[in-house]
């Protein structure tokens, strides 16, 4: 598996902690509760 993968929800999460949007809209992505748990 990609490393560079499983970081990107921590990375989005960092951006929008130093951003602070007032709107935020996310695609559902197919496959992303099944690599493996490492990201939830």
Do not use: H, W, Y
């Amino acid at each position: 598996m990609d490393k560079t993968r499983s970081t990107l929800f921590f990375e989005i999460a960092r951006a929008i902690k130093q951003i602070q949007p007032r709107l935020l809209l996310l695609e559902n992505v197919k496959g992303l509760l099944s690599q493996g748990g490492a990201d939830f």
